[in-house]
């Protein structure tokens, strides 16, 4: 009895700690640690797995509580943190994030600083810390709410820099504001940095996370899906800077130098025809699956355009094939995955391609008609502006917004055989336009929907969305519905 005792005034003055201002005694020496948080694991949590029960959107978290790492110890409902050396409060932060609900890495160092009375904002080898603001047993499901059902989007593209900004979780609401209902994020731009905290092997080994800039996906995906926000994680398939340095065995080879192809340019291109290279994108498909993203974004899933092209050599591991056989079979191989998980596969497809020239489709890889059965929707990237001058009679493409919107969409449309979900790209920036103002944004939005297109998403580098907004104008509660 005297035992029991003991352990529940342990227990009381452990969260009386935890729930003083100043924090003062949070911290424990290994010397306490023993005779107290162990004693109340053992006491206080039942040694056989208990089953959470759980209701519809629901998913339990209890098991990530029960298969913590080494440095991680959850008593009493309090979640523990033992510091593996002497460490900055905000790599701490790194390593406690995914178990919380705080969206950024300052908002999650503030608070460790904050519950357990850290000054210099460092913690020492063997310390140990309350971890604050720590996710419920039961959270909220982000891919409970998946469905392949045709879906007319009205989206924006946002960098990983502003979707893991802090503002974002506020930006939310005002996109809804202006009938905003798809948000599409960089999981992994041109760059190659995946933006979000990764257990994948390859992903460690290289290091290619290290940089990332979305430090608690769970959190921007459930607060999507609360919003009810499609998500969409834009994956740059084969154009990737970090791994290609990481790893230049995964790069085009140059057959002139025998280093990595078109090094000297500021686009790197992984080898398409490599296992490895397709593995690693697969990879990470599956772990965004797992995650619960709504939808995933292929850009870049072609062969590189620019260059000395003769001069690349490339793998093969498959078997000698053309361009086109491998985009679609690595397309294909995706999709089922995809598919299984209830999940949609989008592909970003240049805007050209869509008047089906042979060179172009022979060059990119990018063969609409095989493209479609593998993939559920085709956004092409239509700006106006990205169309030579002359083209199909234009003088400045830049400045015909209708035409070419509706006339791309309507191609990609008849080239898949009408088999497939034709979302385009419109044009969110000023370059070789003429008047680029809220007209301009409303006569892409007409072209895109007088041909029939499931809506569209708005793109533009800098995430600037003003004009798009004015073009939009505030939507009421019925019409957001």
Known sequence: ???IVYLLFSAFGIIFALDTSHGTITRMADSVRGPVVDSMERFLQPRDPVEIV??????????????????FQRAAGILFYRAGGKRSTRAVAGDIMELTDFYTLTQCADAVEKANGLKNGRVENGDIIAVPGTLPLLIPDPAAGR???????????FSGSSAGASGFPELLDTLKQYGINTVVFDIKDVTGIVNYKSALPAVIGYGTHDKRTIHNIGKLLRLLRQKRIRSVARVAVFQDRLLAKREPSLAIRSARSGGVWNAESSEIWLDPTSRKVQQYVLDITGELLELGVDEIQYDYIRFPTTGNLKDARFAYDFGPMDHKSTITAFLGRAHRMIKAADAVLSIDIFGVVAWGKECDIRTTGQDIGLLARHCDVISPMLYPSHFNDDFDGFSRPGDNPYYFINEGCKRVMALSGGSITVRPW??????????????????????????GASGYLFWNASNDYRVVYRALGKKNDQAQR
Request: charged residues 30%.
């Open 147 to 157: 469905n392949r059902n045709r879906f007319t989007a009205r989206g924006l593209y």
């Open 1 to 3: 009895m005297n035992y």
């Open 426 to 451: 419109l044009q969110a920036f000023r370059w070789r336009v003429s008047n680029y103002d809220a007209a301009y944004i409303r006569r892409q939005i007409e072209g895109s929907d007088d041909c």
């Open 54 to 71: 759980t209701r519809p959107g629901m998913k339990a978290y209890r098991g990530g509580y029960r298969k913590l790492p080494e440095n």
